[in-house]
């Protein structure tokens, strides 16, 4: 089958999920009012409550959202086909990730702008305070320690775009200076950024950068070597000031964000590339079948519980009128299934033959430690049909995900870093307050030793367990849905409007996320991995917590229905 | 017709949710700042707060003007709703690309298509009383 018609099948069911189901959400279960004050007019203060134009709030919240994650996830779940991946990608976005973004700014918006987190405190209970905190906390170390194992690996399989990947560090220090020292428009800096960046590829692929010499020198594998040289960069890069690196990062990240979706679909189209990938992969038994993995290896590009903390968090506090949360939250959910589609189809439809795919897709850890490698490769094909080497478009692709995979390492790093000195200051470690070297260097050492986990099907056995790694961090993420979901049904039916389109996804995914937590268990177990066992046994609990407060609050609101006490927010 | 009715205002300046870059992944929205993350993006949000005092006083004082408060990342819609501003206001196309390359910093200030402040940005009642006079200028007009 030609992969544009996936891109029209996919597109397609995204506009009637707009037309259709966004609709009846905003009529029918979330019950819109255009004359709703809402908090940018009630608390109007030109700063973080400005009622702002639909188009220009969908901008900043899309952007917000939309990063390296969803090509992850679609890029190894293809491993079970192309079906179920695109089909996951679909309904999720449709029935999952719409109605949680755009539930997530409503239920925000109708609270007085208040967050997620907060939220959950007051709506659900307060013990979901330090539920989410939680949460947050395994979410972020999953977050470094595999993106610090992305890196690595295609710094390792593309040596070539080592220094174009290098290279954005000075540029984007430039811009730092130009923009926040010298005060300067930063359109035409960016623009000869971008220039820069693009024509140090072909010099990395003169001079590619090995670190087997270092490798042999300190005694590990090359893949260990650049995840210990990765999470050192993120050490002194977290340290930083902001403004000198990882802002002006992002006007990078931005603008490459763009020009990769332009030329994903372009080269789709303009090579007719065939998708070669088996519609179902019927892999064997007793290996990690889709049904549950699916599910939370695409999480972000399905649905993911990150984009209620952007929701909630500033999106909510801007929308003009309350009706614009339906355009703003469903197409920011549909904007991220784009960028799951494109990963799709890279690896499907870019790989070469059926026969070249089943070899880049012989096991689930050749799929999840090739996935990068498959979306690279599936990339450059695409730029090859626009008449650019085939090279030169991976490392393009190897830099797109390498920016943004190592801008989210250093937010991260620094996230991770208040959320310690949070949980130290709540555990009643004083000490610990206020010590950002030693919270920066715990920050960095947990995701590491997490990071350098053995497993996987890596050369000679030596792999990460990236595969599994990946999964539990989509296990954490769609925890985070399901405390959003949880919120919002609770609301829904605070409202006495029918919550059944919230309550379907938050079962849906509680319990994909238990079974495939209980399945990773009992796995873990047998294998002796006593790190991932640990982290899987704390999720486990994270997500029965979850459940017990979710079925506790939406029982004490049917109780109050029941009772005839409706409550309008 | 109240004073800057058929005006458009762009007030160019950085936003929360654009603040930690890489996508979703590395945000935490508001929750960020509360677990002590202000004192990183202070300098932001001196500018926000500043371009904010702008933002309320315009309000009050041209209660007809449309205002738009955007990111410079935001490029989709900002460079073309300055260009289109721009060519409307008449201005030529040297001109109109001038307002392109000036109108995306960390903080500007954009009437009509035309780039007021660009970068360093004076105090708020300086900024007020400059697009105060364009208006009348052009009411007069």
């Not at chain 1, 707009?18 to 029918?28: I, M």
Request: charged content about 10%.
């Amino acid at each position: 089958m030609p992969a544009f018609y996936l891109i029209v099948i996919t597109l397609g069911a995204f506009y009637l999920g707009y037309r259709f189901y966004s609709r009846y959400l905003a009529e029918r279960v979330y019950a819109l009012d255009p004359n709703f004050k809402t908090p940018s007019h009630e608390f109007s203060d030109g700063v973080d409550f400005v009622p702002t134009n639909k188009h220009i709030l969908l901008g900043h919240h899309f952007t917000a959202v939309a990063g390296a994650a969803p090509i992850v996830g679609p890029a190894i779940a293809v491993y079970w086909g192309w079906l179920p991946a695109i089909a996951w990608v679909i309904l999720g976005t449709i029935f999952g990730a719409g109605v949680h973004d755009f539930g997530a700014i409503v239920t925000s918006a109708r609270n007085r702008g208040q967050n997620i987190g907060t939220l959950s405190g007051k709506v659900i209970s307060a013990r979901a305070s330090t539920l989410f905190l939680l949460i947050i906390f395994f979410l972020l170390t999953l977050v470094n320690a595999v993106f610090g194992v992305v890196m690595a690996i295609l710094f390792e399989a593309h040596p070539g775009s080592v220094i174009p990947a290098v290279i954005v560090i000075p540029i984007a220090m430039c811009i730092g200076q130009w923009v926040y020292r010298m005060k300067g428009a930063v359109l035409i800096p960016s623009i000869i950024g971008l220039i820069l960046l693009y024509a140090a590829i072909p010099i990395g692929q003169m001079y590619p950068i090995h670190v087997d010499g270092l490798a042999h020198l300190v005694g590990l594998s090359v893949r260990t070597t650049w995840v210990i040289l990765i999470f050192a960069y993120t050490w002194f890069a977290s340290r930083l000031p902001v403004w000198l690196l990882l802002q002006p990062r992002d006007y990078i990240n931005g603008q490459q964000l763009l020009v990769a979706l332009a030329v994903i679909f372009a080269g789709v189209i303009v090579g007719w590339d065939q998708i070669t990938a088996p519609a179902v992969n019927h892999v064997a038994e007793g290996t990690r079948q889709w049904f549950p993995y699916l599910f939370i290896t695409i999480a972000c590009g399905a649905i993911s519980g990150f984009h209620s903390l952007v929701a909630s968090g500033t999106t909510s506090k801007q929308i003009d009128k309350e009706t614009d949360a339906r355009y703003i939250g469903y197409c920011g959910a549909l904007g991220e299934g784009s960028l799951a589609l494109a990963a799709i189809l890279a690896c499907t439809a870019g790989l070469g033959s059926a026969a070249d795919w089943n070899t880049a897709y012989s096991s689930f850890g050749a799929a999840s430690g090739g996935a990068l490698g498959h979306f690279v490769n599936g990339v450059g094909h695409f730029l090859a049909n626009l008449g650019i080497d085939a090279q030169l478009g991976a490392s393009f692709a190897v830099v797109v995900v390498v920016t943004f995979a190592g801008t989210t390492m250093d937010t991260g790093v620094r996230l991770q870093r208040y959320i310690l000195e949070e949980i130290a200051e709540l555990a009643g470690f004083r000490a610990l307050v206020g010590k950002t070297t030693i919270l920066t260097t715990l920050a960095v050492l947990i995701p590491l030793a997490l990071a350098l986990v053995p497993g996987g099907n890596g050369a000679g056995g030596k792999g990460f367990a990236f595969g599994q790694l990946w999964t539990l961090f989509g296990t954490t993420n769609q925890l985070t849905a399901g405390l959003a979901l949880s919120v919002i049904s609770v609301w829904v039916m605070s409202r006495n409007r029918n919550p059944l389109a919230a309550i379907v996804p938050l079962t849906f995914l509680l319990f994909m996320t238990s079974w495939a937590l209980v399945l990773n268990l009992v796995s873990f177990l047998k294998e002796g991995s006593w790190m991932l066992l640990i982290m899987d046994a704390g999720i486990a609990v994270l997500t029965a917590w979850l459940i017990v407060e979710a079925v506790t609050a939406l029982n004490r609101q049917r109780g109050e229905r029941r009772a005839e006490v409706p409550s309008e927010a | 017709m109240s004073i800057g009715t058929g005006h458009r205002l762009i007030l160019v300046r950085e936003q929360d949710a654009q603040h930690s870059g890489s996508g979703c992944c590395g945000r935490l929205g508001e929750a960020h700042t509360d677990l002590g993350g202000a004192a990183d993006y202070a300098h932001s949000r001196a500018v926000m707060e500043s371009v904010g005092m702008v933002y309320r006083r315009l309000r009050d004082a041209a209660p007809g003007l449309v205002i738009d408060v955007v990111d410079p990342r935001n490029t989709i819609w900002l460079y073309p709703a300055v260009w289109r501003a721009s060519r409307r206001a008449g201005r030529g196309v040297g001109a109109s690309l001038k307002s392109l390359s000036r109108a995306g910093a960390a903080a500007a200030i954009v009437l009509d298509g035309e780039v007021l402040y660009s970068g360093a940005l004076p105090a708020p009642e300086t900024i007020v009383a400059a697009v105060m006079a364009q208006l009348h200028d052009s009411r007069a007009a």
